[in-house]
């Protein structure tokens, strides 16, 4: 969906008109949330790659995706790192307890559930909240104490890795180095994208800047899209996917879409393959 967000349409666009020249390499990160980690990847649904999928595809295809995209070239070697460093039994503070609601320390954590859910108002869309406001506290509480949203963070059925490190290799010997973190204060996805004598891009989801090797003149898309229909999901992507899959149908007509599937599973595949890279300690080839 990320193909569909209006920020990284207008950075396409800016690349296919060859403003910076040919691709030479890419540096991405994908920042996660401390409390988004701690919600999805730790206590939530995707906790377990065994029982759902590697945090590279849960969390990242979208990224991998981009990647393929913005370069329009096959991938044809990965390689990878990353493991669970922060989120263990071992890590537990001394004082602590398996659960928020019973914790003597909860106030000090940063990862405390009745903090998220209670008093930031996080990620309430998993929560079968009553129609009357005024027992939302009482009902999120409830649920705390016995479902795994109130889990200590170090006391979870867990294995996602918090931090992954990728490095991708595409015909033409363009190269890609991502980076996905599950420590951060801050989201988004931040991009440098560097070309051939032309120019480079720099951009994190908000804005990017052009900036012309030989004039040294710098260009800026920074256009204020908050007011599109479903900007909140990934900058526009999911309200603008699913409008062209709609026309797409109606027209029975396939130049609406920005993919094929056979080009967008290519993200699962590199995604794959990197955990392949990563679990057995080299690189594999596509």
Same mark, same amino acid.
């Given at each position: 969906?990320?193909?569909?967000?209006?920020?990284?349409?207008?950075?396409?666009?800016?690349?296919?008109?060859?403003?910076?020249?040919?691709?030479?390499?890419?540096?991405?990160?994908?920042?996660?949330?401390?409390?988004?980690?701690? *919600?999805? @990847? #730790?206590?939530?649904?995707?906790?377990?790659?065994? /029982?759902?999928?590697?945090? $590279? !595809?849960?969390?990242?295809?979208?990224?991998?995706?981009?990647?393929?995209?913005?370069?329009?070239?096959?991938?044809?070697?990965?390689?990878?790192?990353?493991?669970?460093?922060?989120?263990?039994?071992?890590?537990?503070?001394?004082?602590?307890?398996?659960?928020?609601?019973?914790?003597?320390?909860?106030?000090?954590?940063?990862?405390?559930?009745?903090?998220?859910?209670?008093?930031?108002?996080? *990620?309430? @869309? #998993?929560?079968?909240?009553?129609?009357?406001?005024? /027992?939302?506290?009482?009902? $999120? !509480?409830?649920?705390?104490?016995?479902?795994?949203?109130?889990?200590?963070?170090?006391?979870?059925?867990?294995?996602?890795?918090?931090?992954?490190?990728?490095?991708?290799?595409?015909?033409?010997?363009?190269?890609?180095?991502?980076?996905?973190?599950?420590?951060?204060?801050?989201?988004?996805?931040?991009?440098?994208?560097?070309?051939?004598?032309?120019?480079?891009?720099?951009?994190?989801?908000?804005?990017?800047? #052009?900036?012309?090797?030989?004039?040294?003149?710098?260009?800026?898309?920074?256009?204020? !899209?908050?007011?599109?229909?479903?900007?909140?999901?990934?900058?526009?992507?999911?309200?603008?996917?699913?409008?062209?899959?709609?026309?797409?149908?109606?027209?029975?007509?396939?130049?609406?879409?920005?993919?094929?599937?056979?080009?967008?599973?290519?993200?699962?595949?590199?995604?794959?393959?990197?955990?392949?890279?990563?679990?057995?300690?080299?690189?594999?080839?596509?």
């Amino acid at each position: 969906m990320l193909r569909y967000a209006p920020y990284f349409i207008a950075l396409k666009e800016v690349i296919d008109q060859g403003t910076i020249g040919d691709i030479v390499s890419i540096q991405h990160f994908e920042a996660v949330r401390h409390h988004h980690m701690a *919600h999805s @990847y #730790v206590r939530g649904n995707w906790h377990n790659s065994k /029982k759902t999928t590697p945090i $590279i !595809i849960a969390k990242s295809c979208h990224d991998l995706d981009l990647m393929r995209w913005i370069i329009n070239k096959n991938c044809k070697q990965v390689s990878a790192f990353g493991d669970l460093r922060y989120f263990k039994k071992e890590n537990a503070p001394q004082g602590s307890s398996t659960r928020c609601t019973t914790c003597s320390i909860e106030k000090e954590c940063p990862y405390s559930a009745i903090k998220i859910y209670t008093k930031d108002k996080q *990620h309430l @869309y #998993v929560f079968d909240l009553p129609a009357d406001k005024s /027992k939302h506290h009482d009902f $999120i !509480i409830k649920q705390l104490a016995t479902g795994n949203y109130g889990q200590c963070v170090f006391h979870c059925d867990n294995d996602q890795c918090d931090h992954y490190v990728m490095n991708m290799e595409f015909e033409g010997g363009t190269t890609v180095a991502f980076s996905m973190e599950g420590h951060t204060s801050y989201g988004g996805r931040h991009t440098r994208i560097m070309g051939t004598t032309k120019g480079d891009i720099v951009g994190d989801m908000n804005k990017f800047t #052009v900036t012309d090797f030989l004039t040294k003149s710098i260009s800026v898309w920074d256009e204020d !899209i908050t007011k599109l229909p479903g900007y909140s999901s990934h900058g526009g992507g999911d309200w603008g996917i699913l409008k062209d899959f709609v026309l797409a149908v109606n027209h029975q007509d396939a130049k609406y879409l920005s993919s094929t599937i056979d080009v967008s599973i290519e993200s699962h595949v590199m995604g794959f393959r990197a955990e392949e890279s990563r679990i057995k300690g080299k690189v594999v080839k596509i």
